[in-house]
Structure formats: C-alpha cells, structure tokens
C-alpha cells in the first residue's frame, strides 16, 4: 500500500473578522481521481474560536463634589471561547465636561489585567484578551 501527504494551508489575518468563522466553520471537501475512473471523496471543517467582549463601566461616587476629583471604573471582560486582539477603546474614553475646564486622564491609562485561573496577562492598549480574562481600567 503506498500513502502520500499532502498539507493545504490558507493564512488568516488578525484584521479581517471575516476570517474567523464560527461552528461549523470552513468546510473543506476533496476528492481524488485516477486514470482508470476510481474515485475517493472526503471533507473536514475548521471553526474560529468567537470572543465576545463585554463592557461595564461605572462612578466610583454617585455624586461629586467641586474641588474633588471625578472617576470611573471600566471593566473589560471576554467571556467568549476565542481570544479577543488588539482590544481598546474605540473611541477614546471621554468625561463629559460641563465647563471645558475638566481634564480627564491618564492620557494613557493602565489596565490591570486578571485571569480566572492565572494571573497578570498583557497591559492594556492592544491586548490580547484571552477567554476568562477581564481588565480593570480605574481612570
């Protein structure tokens, strides 16, 4: 009996959502034929693990009061099965200001990340939020 291998690969890009696709995913189907009509099919599939990004976001006090600073927590979660890259506000958070006379920051803030299971992953601009992880952006 004699067997030959023969590997197809297609590369996927981090840009282009549609490249991921969900359960059943990439269905790929051969068949084979020779000379004296014998014929053999076969076929696979391939999905693309989703993330699903979830987003809380609230005041450290209900209330404030002149003089004292003004804050809010951002929670970041990805509670679905696939990793979530390149995660980031879109657009920048911003406070409201009633008089231009706020300044909201850090201009770059710093997110500590935690894992469900293990513990700092990543900083906070571009992360790769892996399944069951979530960060905490205090600004």
Known sequence: MLSVTVTVTSATSLANRADCVPAPGL?????VVDNESDTASDGANQSCLLPHLIVAKTPDN??????????????VTNDGAGIANNVHFAPPDALPDPGASLNWGPANPVATCRASSSGRYGDWKGTRLKPDLWCTDAT
Do not use: E, M
Not at 69 to 75: K, L
């Open 27 to 31: 269905v790929n189907n051969v068949t």
């Open 62 to 75: 209900g209330t404030y009061a002149l003089g004292s600073p003004v804050s809010f927590t951002i929670v």
